[in-house]
């Protein structure tokens, strides 16, 4: 339909940016770039110029996505140990050119702003910039606490600082950010200058608010039901964990992800090999028959049309 659209009426910017979007959403991602690259081009007096910018960036994550797959610190608890990323080689720092693209309509204020520095926050997480993805996640959640997906990211970003700090690389908060997580002196483990370090089994409640708030904005999101899986998973609350997993299966029943994820679940409780058996066919007939893109359900890809 937007085909048609697009034929009747070649200049209609709205509809050339939704066929670029459908491309997208089909997986045909180095399509929609060129598309969305002609219409950048064209809409440079267009309200749809943040659009098409903000859906050109989310076509370029989701391509690094798939030549990486998921590179923040919390990887081992979100990247499918069935699926074989690296698929291309890539000629760029991945995450870079996403990270261009959105720091370039930031600046200017549009209606838009806090999806957009939702998903530069993600793209700079996979970057390894924990401090601009905290940044960016924090000014997205003062514009609107309303967007599920700014819940989401910043359920990832604890997820990563709760990881770093079992590790002893304990991430050293501001006294900005110390107040907008309202962090109590009782939680705080060290102090350096004017930056302090809290225990890093806080992350982990804060993980789980965040996914749990970002799941009553929208109940029906897989990757908010696979982060909640992972958070629960990281607590050993692995009822909770069985839970949200179910719902996520009933969502996307042919998610390779979900379905290592069943995997790494009777791995952790033992139930014994009468699980396992139908948990490899199941995967043997999945890898069968779903090419599909391996970057998916690590973040929610919601272009703007």
Request: charged letters at 20%.
């Amino acid at each position: 339909m937007a085909a048609k659209r697009v034929k009747q009426n070649p200049r209609e910017l709205r509809a050339l940016n939704l066929h670029a979007a459908c491309l997208a959403m089909l997986e045909r991602y180095e399509e929609a770039e060129q598309e969305f690259v002609r219409l950048s081009r064209q809409s440079k007096a267009s309200p749809y110029k943040e659009r098409v910018l903000f859906n050109l960036g989310l076509v370029r994550l989701y391509i690094d996505l798939g030549i990486t797959g998921d590179c923040s610190v919390a990887k081992n608890a979100f990247a499918p140990p069935s699926a074989s990323f690296r698929l291309h080689v890539s000629a760029t720092l991945p995450f870079s050119r996403p990270i261009e693209t959105w720091t370039k309509i930031i600046s200017r204020r549009n209606r838009n702003e806090n999806v957009v520095r939702t998903y530069l926050s993600f793209a700079l997480l996979q970057f390894g910039r924990i401090d601009g993805a905290l940044a960016h996640i924090i000014q997205a959640l003062g514009l609107s606490e309303s967007y599920f997906v700014s819940n989401f990211v910043l359920g990832r970003i604890f997820l990563d600082l709760y990881m770093l700090g079992a590790e002893d690389n304990h991430f050293y908060l501001s006294n900005n950010l110390l107040t907008f997580f309202e962090i109590e002196d009782a939680e705080i483990r060290d102090r350096k200058d004017n930056l302090a370090a809290i225990y890093h089994e806080i992350y982990l409640d804060f993980a789980l608010q965040a996914f749990t708030d970002a799941r009553a904005l929208n109940p029906y999101s897989v990757e908010v039901l696979l982060g909640l899986f992972h958070t629960y998973m990281l607590g050993g609350m692995f009822e909770e964990a069985q839970q949200v997993l179910f719902q996520a299966e009933n969502l996307a029943p042919d998610a390779l992800p979900i379905l290592d994820a069943h995997f790494r679940l009777n791995e952790l409780t033992q139930k014994g090999v009468e699980h396992i058996r139908p948990l490899v066919a199941r995967l043997h007939r999945l890898k069968q028959k779903n090419g599909r893109y391996l970057g998916q359900f690590l973040i929610p890809a919601n272009y703007l049309v």
